[in-house]
């Protein structure tokens, strides 16, 4: 078995094990690299591993390294918060401590020391469990000396090894945000239901995904935002524009590259179930984030997918529909029209797609319906 296909089973025992954690954890895309000595993930979705390291580790201890890896994105230490801890010598394990916090209550294997890849535990420093990493960081800060010698289980980027050229391009900002929000939703039913029950340090952090200061809107905006960010990153390579290291490439000639404007596509449930005034919030919301592109189509979904409108103010949208409710009909529209991304606003009474749709996908769930599968993010409107 390769070391890529032990992660792949890795994955599907944690999975097993902790099922609220699979919209996360289906998102990795795996990345093999010699360009670092461990294990890391970045804020794409990546998960970068060695070979070598993947080899040192039992089965169990690669489950383990998944359970944290996960728990990196669930508590943003890919994103601006762990920027912020890093700028500190001692953050790096200020984050580790947060998640390592939980591993005993969770019962999974981490490599300890004297493993050569043994990390930092609350436990083993001597400091309470249960606190946050930026509770723990004001605690090493006191130390008279660095803790002892430990923590190398996995890296903590950026670094050289998201640099490769690896084909993958990972997921967005706001993809990673909702499927945080799907795995709170997953862990909260999961201890519900009495099916177990969830790391103190986990309910606290479910309690603050499911319960935050800011509103719907500030998440919407981050969730939209940030998959436009994604597309407007995407490059094409163009003769007509001179390659910036070309004269590396001396004689032969390189292209340059140009960006792409995203072209996006509102799905608008327009059936009779729909209340007007929670739909004009969602499409003032949107609109607002969509001012960085020149144009969005708005298309009418009822049963079947109706008019499909270019427009550039929102006073230009006209809604039409009032029968039954099929999403898919609207998507499907979406697809046809070559659109790069498609927000589709419902109130969840409706089919969805069985399969992963061929454009990035995104919803917004007006009241307390069933919400999408979990390869469409979403987020909930009360």
Do not use: C
Not at 73 to 101: C, F, Q, S, T, Y
């Amino acid at each position: 078995m390769t070391q890529n296909e032990r992660i792949r089973a890795a994955r599907t025992a944690l999975v097993a094990r902790f099922p609220y954690f699979s919209p996360v954890a289906y998102l990795l895309s795996l990345v093999e690299s010699e360009k670092l000595p461990t294990m890391a993930v970045d804020n794409r979705g990546k998960l970068y591993y060695n070979p070598r390291f993947v080899d040192a580790l039992t089965d169990t201890q690669l489950v383990g390294l998944l359970w944290h890896e996960v728990h990196h994105i669930l508590r943003e230490h890919v994103g601006p918060r762990g920027k912020e801890l890093k700028k500190h010598p001692l953050g790096n394990i200020a984050l580790d401590l947060e998640i390592n916090d939980d591993a005993e209550e969770a019962g999974v294997d981490l490599p300890r020391p004297p493993h050569p890849y043994g990390g930092y535990f609350p436990q083993d420093l001597g400091l309470p469990r249960g606190l946050l990493a930026e509770e723990y960081l004001k605690l090493l800060s006191q130390w008279p000396s660095p803790p002892p010698q430990g923590g190398s289980m996995d890296q903590h980027g950026p670094g050289p090894w998201e640099e490769e050229e690896d084909g993958e391009e990972g997921v967005d900002e706001g993809t990673l945000e909702v499927a945080r929000r799907a795995v709170a939703q997953k862990a909260k039913e999961y201890e519900a239901k009495g099916r177990g029950t969830l790391p103190s340090g986990m309910r606290r952090w479910v309690d603050q995904i499911l319960n935050p200061q800011v509103d719907w809107r500030s998440v919407l905006r981050r969730m939209v935002k940030g998959t436009i960010a994604h597309h407007l990153g995407k490059k094409r390579p163009t003769y007509t524009k001179p390659n910036r290291r070309g004269h590396a490439y001396h004689p032969v000639i390189m292209p340059g590259y140009y960006g792409l404007k995203p072209k996006v596509a509102i799905v608008v449930d327009t059936s009779g179930s729909m209340g007007k005034e929670e739909l004009a919030q969602a499409l003032g919301e949107i609109q607002g984030i969509l001012r960085q592109v020149r144009e969005v189509t708005v298309i009418s979904t009822d049963a079947a997918a109706h008019t499909v409108q270019k427009v550039f103010r929102p006073e230009q949208i006209t809604l039409m529909g009032g029968g039954g409710t099929d999403m898919t009909q609207g998507i499907k529209k979406a697809e046809e029209l070559r659109a790069d991304i498609a927000i589709v606003i419902t109130d969840g009474d409706t089919p969805w797609p069985t399969k992963p749709p061929k454009i990035t996908t995104l919803a917004v769930i007006i009241g307390n319906h069933q919400p999408p599968p979990p390869f469409i993010p979403h987020i909930t409107i009360p």
